[in-house]
């Protein structure tokens, strides 16, 4: 679909309200719905093949980035906002989740749905001085805001550890199961429970009129707005949508290692996040999560390569992008797209 025919698509009678135009190409909801659950189904018995602690561990870091990546994806692949302090939402709940807990003896679980709705409340905060921004300018606010979010922990030390941070910060539970003791069985999956919600609420998300009318403000802003299309309230509520599992997922990481620190507002893992956004495509949300899976598994798969395993994987990242502007969902779709045009000459 164009992006002037999403724009129209969005001021149609209120009769056709409910009906969301079908794009040509697009996979119908109910078979994208039925590979969705095939795909959560074989990684629910994931546990079973990887019995060892080490293997859970990897599979829940990378559960983990692909909530933040794939919600990353919402603002900056379909948005087209250049939001450069998205981890900081992620840090945010992070440390939310252990002052609710620590400070205010909050319920855990409580606490880390509060921890989402502070991220929410925190990107909404950011959005309000780049509504009117463009560009490299949305990129400075937004890194800055992730800076300043740091500089505020690292001054109230007194009660965020400052450079120190948090420890023995409250772990969740599951009525008397012993979650320390069960080599990560149920953290898995409370992590995949995670990012299957996550998911969901994605794709329903950019299958709806709203997602339409997002992908018309990034495709031809002026010619949406001229169709009655309101900038700020679609880019407010862009990055609230964005907000709200990042900040679940950082307040679910902080439960999982049990510590807080401020290396989680760093560029280091702003690198890795980001280069999981593009190297699996910007604008599909499960291209974020497949790249999480190849790059978090390679990058382990290479530990003893010391120096060399960021250095490979940039190299990889790079003949990757070079070969497939598409990232990842480009390549699968290539390669989906010759395999049927085979089947389709073998019938002829």
Same mark, same amino acid.
């Given at each position: ?177 012993? /979650? @320390? ?7 898995? !999956?409370? +992590? ?6 996550? &998911? #969901? $609420? ?73 280069? /999981? @956004? ?7 949300? !499960?291209? +974020? ?6 790059? &978090? #598994? $390679? ?50």
């Amino acid at each position: 679909m164009t992006s002037a025919s999403s724009a129209e698509t969005m001021t149609q009678p209120a009769a056709s309200s409910a009906i969301v135009p079908k794009a040509p190409g697009r996979v119908s909801w109910q078979r994208e719905a039925i590979a969705l659950a095939i795909g959560f189904v074989l990684l629910a018995l994931a546990p079973f093949v990887f019995t060892d602690s080490y293997s859970r561990h990897v599979l829940i870091m990378v559960f983990i980035y692909a909530v933040v990546a794939s919600n990353w994806d919402l603002s900056l692949g379909y948005g087209g906002v250049f939001n450069f302090g998205h981890i900081a939402l992620f840090g945010i709940g992070v440390y939310a989740y252990s002052l609710l807990t620590k400070l205010a003896e909050m319920d855990p679980w409580i606490a880390m749905v509060a921890s989402g709705i502070v991220a929410m409340l925190a990107a909404v905060l950011v959005t309000i001085p780049i509504l009117r921004l463009k560009g490299i300018y949305i990129i400075l606010v937004t890194f800055g805001f992730a800076q300043l979010v740091m500089q505020i922990i690292l001054s109230q030390s007194d009660y965020t550890g400052g450079t120190q941070g948090l420890v023995r910060i409250p772990a969740l539970y599951w009525f008397d199961h012993n /979650m @320390v003791r069960d080599a990560k069985f149920a953290y898995f !999956y409370i +992590a995949l429970g995670l990012l299957a919600l996550s &998911t #969901v $609420f994605l794709r329903i998300f950019v299958r709806s009129r709203m997602g339409i009318s997002i992908v018309a403000l990034r495709d031809n802003e002026e010619y949406a707005v001229s169709r009655g299309i309101s900038l700020v309230r679609q880019r407010l509520i862009t990055l609230a949508a964005s907000a709200f599992f990042t900040g679940v997922v950082g307040a679910f990481y902080a439960a999982y290692q049990r510590n807080a620190s401020v290396e989680v507002f760093g560029m280091s893992l702003a690198t890795i996040i980001l280069s /999981m @956004v593009l190297l699996g495509g910007t604008g599909t949300i !499960y291209g +974020a999560i497949i790249a999480s899976f190849v790059l &978090t #598994v $390679f990058s382990e798969a290479m530990a003893d390569f010391g120096a060399w395993r960021p250095m490979i994987t940039a190299i990889l990242i790079l003949v990757v992008m070079l070969a497939y502007p598409g990232g990842i969902m480009g390549m699968l779709k290539s390669a989906g797209d010759v395999l049927f045009n085979r089947r389709g000459s073998g019938r002829k």
